[in-house]
């Protein structure tokens, strides 16, 4: 079993970005944590080589973190918010278009394609332009359920998987469990998140998963109220669990089938680093990937889906 290591680096004013994923250090609840030591206190953490690449980091030239710390939540990396190249990634990605699958703009056309939905949850992430880079090589579309804490973490990717031409839902704002909480806190998990989402993308979310597949009648009528049809899953890769990048690949091609909605989650590097095989071998087997509200067609707000025709 591989596991993953903290993300580590630098900020561009030398202080240490740490990020843990979300299963790492708290209750999956908690969500992901990271935290950043000023540059001041980092000097008794640092070796001899700690304290190179933090010089390397300052540096003008500093190659970019794999992380987005112009998004980090404190002031000691805010600064960078301007000097933050945009990647190209994502001006190549709305070209993605396979002329067997569809012609550029048009709408896929799934009852007569072979459609599936890969979805991925609790992002965005540090790992989430690697995926968009694998998803528009392949011409591919997924779908993310976003948390609203990482929006506001990494505002600049959820706009890249915006502009990939991949579709954005509601996971909550910090992956609480929705039956138990108070309406008035329910209503808000979900409304702060569509909020979040639609100003940094511009585009307003009509998909939402409650974290863990966890419902009843008042979260689906809180659903309904925002205007979010309510997406769970048809496969379960559990790719949370055992964090194997051969593990999740033989679980989605060996269970996908026409319509199916296959839960991932793009915090875990072994799940981003399983794309590029997980893709292959499922358009290998004459799939079509889009989103889910291509797969779905119309949805209706308040109304529970787990997998298309
Ligand atoms: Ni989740």
Redesign the pocket.
């Known amino acids: 079993m591989t596991k993953d290591l903290p993300l580590v680096g630098f900020t561009e004013k030398g202080g240490l970005f740490v990020g843990f994923s979300?299963y790492d250090i708290a209750p999956?609840s908690t969500g992901p944590v990271s935290v950043i030591i000023d540059k001041a206190r980092t000097a008794e953490l640092l070796s001899a080589f700690g304290k190179r690449a933090q010089q390397a980091a300052v540096a003008p030239s500093a190659p970019r973190l794999p992380f987005d710390p112009s998004a980090s939540p404190t002031p000691t990396a805010t600064s960078t918010v301007t000097t933050d190249p945009e990647p190209n990634a994502e001006s190549t990605a709305t070209e993605s278009v396979t002329p067997s699958t569809r012609a550029a703009g048009a709408a896929v056309n799934c009852r007569r394609l072979k459609c599936v939905a890969i979805t991925y949850?609790?992002g965005p992430s540090g790992y989430t332009d690697q995926l968009l880079k694998t998803l528009a090589a392949k011409k591919a579309k997924a779908t993310f359920?976003m948390?609203g804490q990482q929006v506001a973490t990494y505002p600049s990717v959820a706009k890249r998987v915006a502009q990939g031409g991949h579709e954005i839902g509601v996971?909550t704002w910090d992956?609480k469990s929705l039956p138990n909480l108070a309406p008035a806190t329910m209503r808000s998990e979900i409304s702060r998140t569509a909020a979040i989402i639609q100003q940094k993308t511009g585009v307003k979310p009509t998909l939402s998963?409650p974290?863990?597949g966890a419902t009843n009648n008042t979260v689906r009528a809180q659903e309904r109220a925002a205007g979010l049809a309510e997406i769970l899953w048809s496969i379960d890769t559990l790719d949370w669990k055992d964090r194997n990048s051969r593990i999740v690949t033989q679980r989605v091609l060996s269970q996908t089938k026409r319509g199916s909605i296959v839960l991932m989650?793009d915090i875990h590097k072994t799940t981003v680093d399983a794309a590029p095989a997980i893709i292959d071998g499922l358009q290998k087997r004459g799939f079509t990937l889009v989103t889910v509200s291509e797969l779905l067609g119309q949805t209706k707000p308040g109304v529970t889906y787990r997998q298309g025709r």
């Open positions: 979300q999956g949850d609790d359920f948390l996971h992956h998963r974290p863990y989650h």
